[in-house]
Nanobody
Framework: QVQLVESGGGLVQPGGSLRLSCAASGSIFGIRAMGWYRQAPGKQRELVATITNAGRTNYADFVKGRFTISRDNAKNTYLQMSSLKSEDTAVYYC?????????WGPGTQVTVSS
């Protein structure tokens, strides 16, 4: 089992920045990749960015150049978000790809509003 906890969400003005963190615990040795997803009200959950153990990253087109995913060890994954827009408002979820199954955190709310 892998437990994930996100933090760093909050209210920010358009054009501002936030840094989300995801702390993993438990059987983290089986994790192959980490990802950030988001879900806005009334919409489906969508991919934001992923990063493999080798450091390969993948981004959704709508965040390229604005968001950066990173990991500092097997336990912590980050999402640096800049130039935030109102349409980035959503609950942001961290996901661990452990091969045989995925694990999700409870999410952290990001609200972009003036």
């Amino acid at each position: 089992q892998v437990q994930l906890v996100e933090s760093g969400g909050g209210l920010v003005q358009p054009g501002g920045s936030l840094r989300l963190s995801c702390a993993a615990s438990g059987s983290i040795f089986g994790i192959r990749a980490m990802g950030w997803y988001r879900q806005a009200p009334g919409k489906q959950r969508e991919l934001v960015a992923t990063i493999t153990n080798a450091g390969r990253t993948n981004y959704a087109d709508f965040v390229k150049g604005r968001f950066t995913i990173s990991r500092d060890n097997a336990k912590n994954t980050y999402l640096q978000m800049s130039s935030l827009k109102s349409e980035d408002t959503a609950v942001y979820y961290c996901k661990a790809d452990a091969g045989f199954r995925d694990y999700w955190g409870p999410g952290t709310q990001v609200t972009v509003s003036s």
